[in-house]
């Protein structure tokens, strides 16, 4: 049972082009959903995250909406250049008590490949 | 701050095999997660290990066992190993703040 679910799988846009990716969920005991940034050889790093009280986060060229009446978030990457050609991934973390050290719940990942 | 350090970077063990993947935390950080990554595929939670006991774990059979050491570092034991084993192992380091991941571990079984 796949309890986040990514789409789409890949993405190709054009420099400047603003790539959407997006995340269902439907457990309620997730309290914080993150986003990483994977390159080919590396760890996933942490883009930006928000929490399910909020409807939208910006950071830099990275925002997050957030719908949790529909059980769906997305992420969306303004002015794409070509370094951010990578695999993102969103995740989503169960409640641990009053710790925020639940374990994370993944999607299957979303290449995207930005032309120059 | 070197952040979340695992070795060794790559591995090649033999079907039956056992093996040992080491993590080092982020400094400050106290607890540490395992993640196995299949190709093409999202993170998968193993266990989380915290206070050197396991925490919480994920859906990975017994053969897959770990270890916290008092200065937070970890360790993933894996025995039996399968082909299917073969895979990216993520370490994840926090402490009450999000997860910080090292470059992983890569995994292959012959």
């Known amino acids: 049972q796949q309890q986040v679910k990514q789409s789409p799988q890949s993405l190709i846009v054009q420099k400047g082009g603003i790539p959407i990716i997006n995340c269902a969920y439907e457990?309620?005991?997730?309290?914080?959903f993150p986003w990483y940034q994977q390159f080919p050889g590396k760890g996933p790093a942490l883009l930006i995250a928000?929490?399910?009280?909020?409807s939208e986060k910006k950071e830099g060229r990275f925002t997050i909406s957030f719908n949790k009446s529909a059980k769906q978030f997305s992420l969306h990457i303004m002015d794409s250049q070509p370094g951010d050609s990578a695999t993102y991934f969103c995740?989503?973390?169960?409640?641990?008590?009053?710790?925020?050290?639940?374990?994370?719940?993944f999607g299957q990942g979303t290449t995207l490949q930005v032309k120059p | 701050d070197a952040g979340v350090t695992q070795s060794p970077t790559h591995l090649i063990k033999t079907r039956g095999q056992q093996v040992t993947l080491r993590c080092s935390p982020k400094s400050g950080h106290d607890t540490v997660s395992w993640y196995q990554q299949a190709l093409g595929q999202g993170p998968q939670f193993i266990f989380q290990?915290?206070?050197?006991?396991?925490?919480q774990r994920g859906n990975f059979p017994d053969r897959f066992s770990g270890h916290q050491f008092p200065n937070y570092s970890s360790e993933l034991n894996v025995n039996a190993l399968l082909l299917g084993d073969s895979a990216l192992y993520l370490c994840a380091s926090s402490q009450n703040t999000e997860a910080f991941f090292g470059q992983g571990t890569r995994l292959t079984v012959v």
């Open positions: 457990n309620t005991a997730f309290d914080y």
């Open positions: 995740a989503a973390r169960y409640k641990n008590g009053s710790s925020n050290t639940g374990k994370l719940i």
């Open positions: 290990y915290y206070e050197e006991e396991e925490r």
């Open positions: 928000i929490r399910p009280d909020v």
